[in-house]
Nanobody, 114 residues
Framework: QVQLVESGGGLVQPGGSLRLSCAASGRAFNINRMGWYRQAPGKQRELVAAITSGGSTNYVDSVKGRFTISRDNAKNTVYLQMNSLKPEDTAVYYC????????WGTGTLVTVSS
């Protein structure tokens, strides 16, 4: 089984930055796509950013220019650099991986507030 463990969440002021990490453990074979989703209370979970093993990226419009997704394929680790954070970015952020099967982390809370 593959397990995804997120880290890096916390409380940050508007305009601040955070860097999230997600490491896949276990027998993580053939993970060709990893990404970050987020879910705020009362809202649907949405895709924030995704990256393929080849380096292609995809972002939700609201974070373009502020967030950057990257990955270390050798470590099966994906990162999300979040800059210029806004209160509306507050959510639980979930790591996601695809290898034919779909895996989810348990989430890390990001709170943007002054």
């Amino acid at each position: 089984q593959v397990q995804l463990v997120e880290s890096g969440g916390g409380l940050v002021q508007p305009g601040g930055s955070l860097r999230l990490s997600c490491a896949a453990s276990g027998r993580a074979f053939n993970i060709n796509r990893m990404g970050w989703y987020r879910q705020a209370p009362g809202k649907q979970r949405e895709l924030v950013a995704a990256i393929t093993s080849g380096g292609s990226t995809n972002y939700v419009d609201s974070v373009k220019g502020r967030f950057t997704i990257s990955r270390d394929n050798a470590k099966n680790t994906v990162y999300l650099q979040m800059n210029s954070l806004k209160p509306e970015d507050t959510a639980v952020y979930y790591c996601n991986a695809h290898s034919g099967l779909i895996y989810w982390g348990t989430g890390t809370l990001v709170t943007v507030s002054s």
